[in-house]
């Protein structure tokens, strides 16, 4: 991947990261997603961030229309944001955002979890158009480069 689109998607996902935080930060845990999603929504237009709000995208199997699926967010036509609101993420809801990214043939997303008391996000990617620098960092095919955060700073990563 060309370094000035890695460094684009770099500073978006921390800006979604930073939006996300900040939602975190005056709503706490304990609401159902959808709330989430509406405040994101409210904080990611303040932050001047170009995004579709439950995008219906369709799912192809050999070349075949299967079905469709609302991704949550698609910010930038370049980032699939998946929202949970549930108190611990395990590797189902992980693998489900990898799956999104293959399904919609988008290289990179964002899992982010508002229901445990602090925020929770991965970073996920496609592993048909995983980049470079993660073979160069080592990580796996859809491997998440950041875990969690403890911080309320997106710039601490």
């Known amino acids: 991947m060309d370094k000035k689109i890695e460094d ?8 979604i990261i930073g939006c996300a ?47 469709t699926r609302r991704v949550d967010f698609f910010v930038e036509s370049k980032v699939m944001v998946e929202l949970k609101a549930i108190e611990k993420l395990e590797d189902v809801h992980k693998a489900q955002a990898i799956n999104y990214c293959e399904a919609y043939n988008i290289a990179d997303g964002l899992l982010i979890n508002f229901g445990g008391k602090s925020l929770d996000f991965k970073r996920v990617y496609n592993k048909n158009l995983v980049n470079v620098s993660n073979k160069i960092s080592g990580l796996q095919d859809g491997q998440e480069n950041i875990t969690r955060s403890k911080s309320n700073n997106p710039e601490i990563l």
Not at 8 to 15: C, F, G, M, V
Not at 31 to 49: C, D, K, P, T
């Open 21 to 67: 935080m900040q939602v975190h930060r005056v709503l706490g845990n304990g609401f159902q997603e959808v709330i989430y999603q509406r405040a994101l929504a409210i904080e990611m237009n303040y932050s001047g961030l170009e995004f579709e709000r439950e995008k219906e995208m369709k799912i192809y199997y050999r070349d075949e229309e299967i079905g």
């Open 8 to 15: 684009d998607i770099n500073r978006l996902t921390h800006k």
